[in-house]
């Protein structure tokens, strides 16, 4: 029995002009999504990141011109501090910190606001320690949001850790203006890490990250959990 037969999941086009609808674009820097750029990164060209930077791309550029506001996170890190249990990496001056060279242009695109993470979860990142303010729930009360559309990579790590903290914000209360989280699965990518190679690299059997199913996976916790998944973004 297949993987989307034990854990079905199911699309629905989502109408974002009818909507007061952002963008949010989960860590699609150099050190995730761009070849040879870091030890996260994939080590040859990857047709689900690929797709991914492109749906990425088609959407920034649709919602800026549309006058809806877009947030893009950028993993980053201090040198020299762990994030257990990954190696070194998007390390703060290396490169791969930095958004991929097809999203650059975001970097100084009016209505689009990058925000650094040093963690996972990109809304646990958002958080102001000197303060307890948190970018997001002020980005999205702020634009008075209905529904934030969600892209990123992976699927099952950071994309997932942020939705999923972010339909429990919303549940909490939060941020009264919004109700739909829909994640854009064109617009998502994971990583490969077959068996075989995870056993040569000397790794334990949890670090077994084969590509399709966990990019499925991801996807199936976060509509059990009730974000909206979509193929079709209008």
Avoid at 26 to 38: M, P
Wanted: include cysteine.
């Amino acid at each position: 029995m297949s993987i989307a037969t034990q854990l079905p999941i199911a699309f629905a086009p989502f109408d974002a002009p009818s909507r007061r609808a952002g963008l949010v674009i989960v860590d699609e820097v150099n050190g995730f999504a761009s070849v040879g750029q870091g030890p996260l990164a994939p080590p040859a060209p990857n047709a689900q990141v690929t797709r991914m930077v492109a749906e990425t791309d088609r959407l920034a550029r649709a919602f800026l011109e549309r006058g809806a506001p877009v947030m893009a996170f950028l993993d980053s890190h201090v040198p020299g501090k762990p994030e257990p249990p990954y190696p070194p990496h998007c390390e703060i001056g290396t490169g791969q910190e930095n958004l991929v060279p097809d999203l650059a242009w975001l970097a100084d695109a009016a209505g689009a606001t990058l925000l650094r993470k040093d963690c996972i979860n990109g809304f646990v990142g958002a958080i102001e320690l000197s303060t307890g303010r948190n970018a997001v729930v002020d980005w999205v009360n702020a634009n008075h949001l209905d529904s934030v559309v969600v892209v990123g990579i992976c699927t099952d790590i950071c994309v997932m850790d942020f939705v999923l903290t972010l339909l429990s914000a919303r549940n909490h209360g939060l941020m009264p203006s919004l109700a739909d989280i829909v994640v854009h699965e064109p617009g998502c990518a994971t990583y490969d890490l077959p068996a075989e190679v995870a056993a040569k690299l000397g790794l334990p059997d949890t670090a077994t990250h084969p590509q399709d199913a966990m990019h499925h996976v991801g996807l199936y916790v976060m509509a059990s959990r009730g974000a909206l998944l979509t193929q079709r973004v209008e």
